[in-house]
């Protein structure tokens, strides 16, 4: 910037540079471009609303989990996605957005979520598949986010990833039961997981050079690393682990590249990934109208609730 | 100025969550959640943040009823311990090395 | 990329408690057909609780029914296990093996979860008397019963806490709320007095609480709550339903059927 003029803007905005330079957090009364705004209400909001319809899929299974030890597993896992989707919709109303609004984005369907949570769950090994690939990948893509930049974000994040730290744990525990099980149970694990693997790579968003909006949370701190180089990671990581199960991966193209240092895989299939954001997953309709549901049946409790407090503080205030 | 995040026309209003992780310490800001009055929030805040035995102790108060310092006068409020090394033990250079000082 | 790589997020090393509270004691066949009884009440209700999670009016109640649900299920397991252990069955054997006839639960326990209000309703009435019922078999003779009612006790507490909580807000607040809350009381109350009866295992087990002596106090509890919340006594006759021998209202079948049917499906299966 090399205008002399310095308005109050420049100086806010000069400010919050130094701050960014300087790795420290953005709080919510500072001042903030407004753009970075919009971009952390989005981020935010999406993440919260993904934690909230990814409820679904597994909580299609409690009624019918196997045994009681992982009845009670799967209910405390689906319990805190509620929970962590109440942390995300907290760290977003600060920014200025209320909750109440980001609920009627999302039943509107005019908010986004994880494209993921549209594929269905159709047995239990998917149960396994989630916790093992898909919160395996946003696990991965959530522990740079403990040092995002907006501190409401990063502490958010924090507490989720350390919550979460038995939810990846407990899936690949399904996973590894099933490929030790019968024939049929390991049948079920490698279904599942050829399931998932794709849908689980393409959770780290398009590649780099397709991805308009990285560079610039990027240089606001918000992200810490490409989507291409966390995808890396984390199928280095699933190489042991596909052997430690007995399964097979999917990706039959998967190799070390001695040269570049790199994992080379099989070509992802984004024509796919963009068809279920717009809408063509398997499940987009149901997910969107199980969460209106749960919202129109439950208007009448959540109005009841406020009438009695308005009626109770209005008591307080006439025997005052 | 209360807390950010405090809109005031949500149908359940917003709550700011404490918690005393263990007897001695403080009640630390947990987090916030959304109830209809006092009663249902502490509830609510047990449910939401001591799942995995991470309180014994919580606090909730409106997110409208915390008054706070105002971000863009931070010079004003904090910049007067600037320059007052005085008030820190390291200060005090002579007395370094001396036994229980 | 783990988590280790991140120093603000570690994973604690947690010093975990015993999952199971009965462990290393053997049942008699009494003990062990008493904690059948009042086990099936609590896998049943968490059967159906766990239902709740992602379609509670609130998020905030997702959590909340989803800690009772959890709650339950652990009572259900440690009874479970140690009516097992006389028995020579697993949780998981009687849990997913039990034919209908086979179990012991209450008919209230089965009653469906309905809206909110019928949930909370039949919460009310379960938990005040779990509540009663935990509060005096903590005393009791058998160390194994005993034990795991003075643990289950103080989370039933805070069930019949939640359930007062919402019946008042449900009375207090719109007039919707309160006919849908006096709606669900009398959908429910027909089934209270099956738990109050006294039968030929009470002739001979004197370890376990009589029921005809926590009618009293349930029926203390419930009529100050709805007192407070200026509901009237719902005027039903009672219910002749008999889980305790076998005789199971019409919910029961569909709420095992899904409940068992993917480990019938793989009867030598480990999960």
């Known amino acids: 910037m090399s205008t002399t003029v310095t308005s109050p803007d420049d100086e806010l905005q000069a400010d919050f540079d ?30 919260a609303h993904s934690e909230i319809i990814g409820m679904q ?15 009670a597993i799967l209910m405390a896992k689906v319990q805190d996605e509620a929970g962590h989707g109440l942390y995300l919709y907290s760290a977003a109303q600060t920014l200025g957005i209320a909750r109440d609004t980001m609920t009627e984005q999302l039943i509107e369907g005019r908010a986004r979520y994880s494209s993921i ?14 916790g093992w690939l898909v919160d395996g990948a946003a696990i991965c893509n959530q522990v740079p986010l403990c040092r995002a930049s907006y501190g409401p974000y990063g502490r958010a994040m924090v507490r989720i990833c350390k919550e979460e730290s038995f939810h990846q744990r407990q899936g690949f525990e399904i996973l590894l039961e099933l490929a030790n099980g019968t024939p049929e149970q390991k049948q079920m694990a490698q279904d599942a997981v050829n399931r998932w693997y794709w849908p689980s790579l393409q959770m780290f968003g398009p590649p780099d050079d397709e991805s308009p909006n990285s560079a610039q949370s990027m240089a606001w701190k918000i992200k810490r690393f490409s989507n291409d180089e966390l995808r890396q990671r984390f199928v280095g990581m699933l190489v042991p682990q596909f052997e430690a199960l007995g399964l097979e991966c999917p990706d039959k193209d998967l190799r070390w590249n001695e040269e570049t240092e790199q994992w080379d895989m099989g070509e992802i299939d984004w024509d796919e990934f963009f068809d279920v954001l717009k809408g063509h997953g398997h499940c987009n309709a149901q997910r969107l109208q199980h969460r209106r549901q749960a919202h129109e049946d439950g208007a009448w409790v959540r109005e009841a609730a406020a009438e009695y407090a308005r009626k109770q503080s209005a008591q307080l205030k006439a025997v005052a | 100025m209360a807390t950010a995040g405090a809109t005031g026309d949500e149908q359940w209003p917003m709550w700011e969550v404490f918690v005393r992780a263990s007897r001695g310490l403080s009640h630390v800001h947990a987090g916030s959640l959304h109830a209809p009055d006092e009663t249902m929030a502490l509830r609510n805040a047990r449910d939401l943040y001591t799942r995995r035995g991470e309180g014994v102790s919580i606090w909730v108060v409106p997110a409208s009823e915390i008054t706070t310092s105002d971000p863009g006068s931070k010079e004003a409020f904090f910049e007067s311990p600037a320059g007052k090394n005085y008030r820190h033990a390291t200060y005090y250079e002579k007395s370094q090395g001396v036994p229980h000082l | 990329m783990s988590a280790e790589t991140e120093p603000s997020v570690t994973v604690t090393d947690v010093e975990l408690d015993a999952e199971l509270t009965s462990t290393g004691l053997v049942a008699s066949a009494d003990e062990a057909e008493y904690a059948l009884r009042i086990g099936d009440d609590s896998l049943i209700l968490a059967q159906q609780l766990g239902w709740w999670i992602s379609r509670a009016p609130e998020l905030e109640e997702d959590l909340a029914l989803g800690n009772i649900a959890l709650d339950l299920l652990g009572h259900a397991r440690n009874l479970l296990h140690f009516a097992g252990t ?25 009653q469906p979860n309905g809206d909110f209000g019928h ?42 806490d939640h359930a007062v909580q919402w ?12 006919s ?15 738990l109050f009866r006294d039968d030929e295992l009470h002739e001979r087990f004197d370890a376990a609480p009589r029921p005809s002596a926590l009618r009293e106090p349930v029926m203390n509890v419930l009529r100050q709550v709805l007192a407070e919340a200026e509901l009237d006594e719902p005027k039903t006759s ?14 029961l079948g569909p709420i095992l059927a899904e409940m068992q049917v993917l480990a019938r499906r793989h009867p030598d299966a480990s999960w």
């Open chain 3, 119 to 160: 949930t909370i309703a039949r919460g009310l009435l379960t938990s005040a008397f779990q509540f009663e019922l935990y509060t005096q078999l903590a005393e009791s003779s058998s160390p194994g019963l005993a034990g795991i009612a003075a643990k289950s006790v103080k989370e039933v507490a805070y069930h019949r």
């Open chain 1, 117 to 130: 949570f549209n594929y269905p769950t159709p047995t239990w090994a998917d149960m396994g598949a989630i």
């Open chain 3, 167 to 178: 019946t008042l807000r449900l009375a207090g607040g719109t007039d919707e709320s309160r």
């Open chain 1, 18 to 47: 130094a701050l960014i330079e300087a790795e420290q957090r953005i709080e919510p009364r500072d001042w903030m471009p407004e753009a970075y705004r919009k971009t952390l209400i989005r981020q935010i909001s999406q993440h």
């Open chain 3, 180 to 194: 849908r809350i006096e709606r669900a009381l009398i959908n429910t109350w027909p089934y209270l007095d099956e």
């Open chain 1, 57 to 71: 899929p597994e909580a299609n299974w409690i009624t019918r989990a196997p045994s009681l030890k992982r009845k």
């Open chain 3, 86 to 110: 006389a028995l020579g069955k697993t949780e998981d054997e009687l849990a997913y093996f039990r034919d209908e006839h086979e179990f012991r639960s209450a008919w209230l326990f089965e």
């Open chain 3, 238 to 251: 009672e219910s002749s339903g008999d889980g305790r021998h076998g005789h199971h209202s019409t919910y």
